[in-house]
């Protein structure tokens, strides 16, 4: 049996590879040439292996039409992981893109680990602060993110946007973004690693060039073992570039640090709704 300890990090592994995947794909697209206002919706998708076996399937969609925004993604435990540990979630954003910054409307996110739903809703009023609505309403144990901690913090779909849209005005990656899923209140720093050249293998079938952007979460409040475990930063690295003619620049290669160890994320799909 794994432990909720374990469990946990089961849960933030998924979380930190779909968020790294969502925000670099963001970032990415970002820079390329002007869009139309109506964008053909987009669904990627996603395995995270660790030691070596996947652990982790995710995927994400995008729909923007002219200044509405609707954003979801899916994470799933698969392989032999599942055996021993299911874990499902489902989360889904909506908002609008003001001319200066965004403005969601509200976040939701349901999980389902072992059987029992965890649900978190966070709804926006507009005056920078969150309305959380929790199932079940605590966790007993974690450091609560404080009223002002969170305030004027995006929830973590998002911040897609909002990392691409100061991408585009800098034209590479930087910047430090506030977070907040409901439960957990982290930061997702961005850092620039300049141009690379990827060789295809087994592992990632991609090879041409790329560019590197570095990730780093750090967790602020609402991890269970944030006074037992270190670090306190999870930190990435995303190679990402158009896998194919036509597709936009997106997230080929994800590798980061996790309390599991070692995990590296490949792109598996790529299409249209």
Known sequence: MISRRAGERVAWLGAAALGLALLSGGAVA????????????????YEAYAVGFPVVSFEFHLDESGTAY??????????????F?????????????????????????????????????????GDGSVATSLVPPEDA????????????TLDPLSAILAIGRAVARVGHCAGR??????RRRYDLVLADDGAAR?????????????????????????????QDYSPHTTSGRV????????????????????SW?????????????
């Open 198 to 226: 990827l060789e295809r293998s087994a592992a990632y079938p991609y090879a041409g060039e790329v560019r590197r952007c570095s990730v780093a979460a750090v967790k602020i409040a609402g991890f269970s073992w944030d």
């Open 177 to 182: 973004f506030a977070i907040y899923d409901g």
């Open 30 to 45: 970002a820079q390329q040439p002007a869009a139309p206002a109506a964008v053909a919706p987009l669904v990627v998708r």
């Open 85 to 125: 540990y299911r874990f499902d979630m489902r989360t889904h954003s909506a908002g609008t893109i003001g001319a200066r910054a965004l403005e969601p409307h509200f976040h939701e996110q349901l999980l389902r680990i072992r059987g029992r739903d965890r649900s978190a809703r966070l709804d926006y009023p």
């Open 261 to 273: 160890g070692f995990v590296a994320v490949r792109l598996t799909g790529v299409g249209t709704k």
């Open 141 to 152: 144990g974690r450091p609560r993110p404080t009223p002002q901690q969170i305030l004027h």
């Open 70 to 83: 609707v954003l979801g993604g899916e994470v799933r435990t698969v392989g032999l992981l599942r055996l």
């Open 239 to 258: 190679w990402f570039a158009s896998p194919r003619p036509g597709a936009p620049a997106l997230p080929v290669r994800i590798e980061f640090g996790s």
